[in-house]
């Protein structure tokens, strides 16, 4: 009886969730050094978006990125040399909880070669949310007073959902700076002001 116990316990882990509280205006860094890389699933059990990056142990900078809307869920890669870092940029705390999968031996095969990536943010400093359309990416809805990291091919276009109607605020190119902060309200002026 306590062997089957002992082993239903063993086995009765693998699969749970490990929850983090995130307090206010924090920054939450976790780091599984002798991994050679893994995947994480993270759910935002919050009301507010999540800031999830995965960052260059040795320099900080920023590889991948993105903001989880409140309720939902994604998966991160995270590559050998990588930590994965969840950001709360509210006044209140935040939930987060996630699983592990460690090495990505199956992910190894031969990489097509991509367009160049940029790894950059997208700043809403205004008091409304501005929902965007990344095509083929996510529609992420930028909360107001917030910023969402993203990393998207050179040639990739993002969009203003305005009304139904979607509007080209912007298009990746390789001038951008590696970790740029850009401004989504200047680019809507910008944009609406030459229509």
């Known amino acids: 009886m306590f062997f089957f116990l002992l ?20 920054i939450v860094q976790i780091n599984y050094p002798l991994y050679q890389g893994f995947n994480v699933k993270i759910w935002n059990k919050s009301k507010f978006d999540l800031g999830v990056s995965a960052r260059e142990q040795k320099t ?3 590889v991948k990125g993105f903001g989880l809307d409140s309720g939902s869920s994604a998966v991160l890669e995270v590559n050998k040399g990588l930590y994965l870092q969840f950001e709360n940029g509210y006044l209140a705390s935040l939930k987060v ?3 592990l999968q460690k090495g990505m031996e199956g992910k190894k095969k031969s990489t097509k070669s991509l ?18 359309r990344i095509p083929g990416v996510m529609n992420p809805n930028l909360s107001p007073f917030s910023r969402s990291g993203v990393d998207l091919p050179n040639g ?7 009304n139904g109607k979607r509007i080209l605020i912007f298009t990746v190119t390789d001038s951008i700076p590696h970790g740029a902060r850009i401004d989504v309200a200047n680019l809507i002026n910008k944009a609406l002001n030459e229509q």
């Open 156 to 162: 990739q276009k993002i969009f203003l959902d305005l």
């Open 97 to 99: 909880e996630y699983t």
């Open 60 to 62: 900080d900078s920023l």
């Open 115 to 132: 367009t160049q990536q940029r790894a950059f943010y997208l700043e809403n400093n205004t008091a409304q949310s501005i929902p965007l």
């Open 7 to 26: 082993v239903s316990l063993a086995f009765g882990q693998k699969g749970e969730r490990s929850q983090l509280v995130l307090p206010p205006k924090q």
